[in-house]
């Protein structure tokens, strides 16, 4: 069995995202929240969001509150924030390791598939 990770990183600052809520979903049979977690001091989750029996093959959504997170650091941002709640949908095989990062300003994102 596989697992899940993620991590944020905030490149205005060039560090790692501390604070940030996470939500993970399932989207088959509708819309599931597996977990939630709030990025500790390393960006990261304390545990994988998925791993063992509930990694399972399909598609997911994992929402990331970053307008929330700029809005604490006293960040400049237009009111209402550019970037609010940032949605990566994705899909993944039960038998293989993920680690979906996202990088992250006020004004811009991106993500890539880590192991």
């Known amino acids: 069995m596989g697992r899940l990770t993620?991590?944020?990183?905030?490149t205005t600052h060039g560090s790692p995202a501390a604070g940030v809520s996470?939500?993970?979903f399932a989207l088959s049979d509708?819309?599931?929240l597996l977990a939630s977690s709030i990025s500790n001091s390393d960006g990261r989750t304390e545990k994988p969001l998925l791993t063992?029996?509930?990694m399972q093959t399909g598609c997911y959504e994992l929402e990331f509150d970053i307008g929330r997170y700029f809005a604490s650091?006293?960040?400049?941002v237009d009111e209402p924030?550019?970037?609010d709640t940032v949605?990566?949908?994705?899909?993944i095989r039960a038998d293989e390791n993920y680690h979906v990062p996202l990088?992250?300003?006020p004004w811009s994102y991106s993500t890539y598939r880590g192991s």
Do not use: N, Q, Y
């Open 22 to 24: 996470i939500r993970l």
């Open 30 to 32: 509708g819309r599931k």
């Open 6 to 10: 993620t991590h944020i990183l905030d």
């Open 52 to 54: 063992g029996e509930a």
């Open 87 to 91: 949605v990566i949908r994705f899909s």
């Open 103 to 105: 990088l992250a300003s």
């Open 81 to 83: 924030p550019f970037l």
């Open 73 to 76: 650091r006293a960040v400049p």
